[in-house]
């Protein structure tokens, strides 16, 4: 159950709430998944069925693709956490309805595209939403500020996700549907981001412990997935989404959004919590850095061995 401090804060973030969803009304551009599949080039299964050699992506790319779809597809369960901490009323209510009718967009125009093309294998797929959805989603019972600092992180992660696989399937069809959707998750980045400042400016120790312990802890929605991690680290190795990507472009763009860094008047668990965060960064990017030496290593003794 919330409590009343949150309520409260909800409370007061609601007019802010109010007028980024009128902004994001705004700027979102109404689109049709239908338009962006390819239907000329789909076939029956039961008179051709599915064969590997039919996918015009790469492994990786399959792969990217996939984990994708399958993290959009436990909308119901966002939907339920966001619901439950949001409310369904005044602009919060409207957010969350929002949101979830654009969350679902992504997931059926990535479904019809892969099944017209026959990008991946669809019993593959199909067992992986069920055991996905099944599984669920479940935050931890977040507190709002939590969650916000959370989504503001993850909606960022996502579009740079799917932009990246977009790019990587080397298919223009592909890459202009994962750019369409990517543009979605941006708006929701900045909806997201906002609040944040905003209760920055409300309760900012608070606040800046929020972003410390969800930047600290963070992990995509698709962790879920079967055999995630070694899916993640074929989609880290081709450099769709790996640690350099969290660190340069979801993590270091939105912390010099909130100035988080020359904030003033923190109380003690703050400062410490924002000590922390330094460290942190300099430990993630170190780490990024020697999996980019790995990587490349490895790159010149493939090289080295097929020349040879």
Do not use: C
Not at 113 to 136: C, F, I, S
């Amino acid at each position: 159950m919330t409590s009343t401090p949150d309520i409260n804060l909800l409370h007061e973030l609601e007019p802010v709430a109010a007028a980024n969803l009128n902004r994001h009304l705004d700027l979102a551009t109404e689109w049709m998944p239908h338009e962006y599949v390819p239907w000329s080039q789909g076939r029956d299964f039961d008179t051709l069925p599915w064969d590997p050699e039919q996918s015009r992506l790469s492994d990786v790319a399959q792969i990217a693709f996939e984990v994708n779809l399958l993290t959009e597809d436990n909308l119901p369960s966002y939907h339920r956490e966001i619901a439950t901490i949001f409310g369904r009323d005044s602009a919060w209510g409207a957010w969350v309805h929002r949101w979830t009718a654009e969350e679902g967009r992504h997931s059926i125009v990535m479904r019809d595209y892969l099944m017209v093309t026959r990008g991946v294998d669809p019993v593959g797929l199909e067992r992986g939403r069920m055991h996905q959805m099944q599984k669920g989603f479940d935050s931890g019972d977040k507190t709002p500020l939590r969650t916000i600092a959370y989504v503001s992180f993850q909606e960022l992660a996502t579009r740079i996700s799917h932009r990246n696989t977009g790019r990587f399937t080397q298919d223009p069809i592909a890459e202009k549907l994962l750019t369409r959707v990517a543009a979605d998750e941006n708006l929701h980045m900045i909806f997201y981001r906002n609040l944040v400042s905003a209760a920055l400016e409300i309760t900012p120790s608070e606040t800046v412990q929020a972003i410390a312990e969800e930047l600290m802890t963070f992990q995509m929605p698709g962790t879920g997935i079967e055999n995630f991690e070694t899916k993640a680290k074929r989609i880290a190795k081709a450099g769709i989404y790996n640690l350099r990507n969290h660190h340069d472009d979801v993590v270091t763009p939105l912390l010099r959004h909130w100035r988080f860094f020359e904030l003033t008047g923190l109380d003690a668990p703050a400062e410490q919590a924002r000590e922390n965060v330094g460290h942190y960064l300099t430990a993630l990017d170190g780490l990024a850095r020697r999996y980019e030496e790995k990587y490349a290593a490895a790159g010149q003794d493939t090289l080295a061995a097929t020349s040879a």
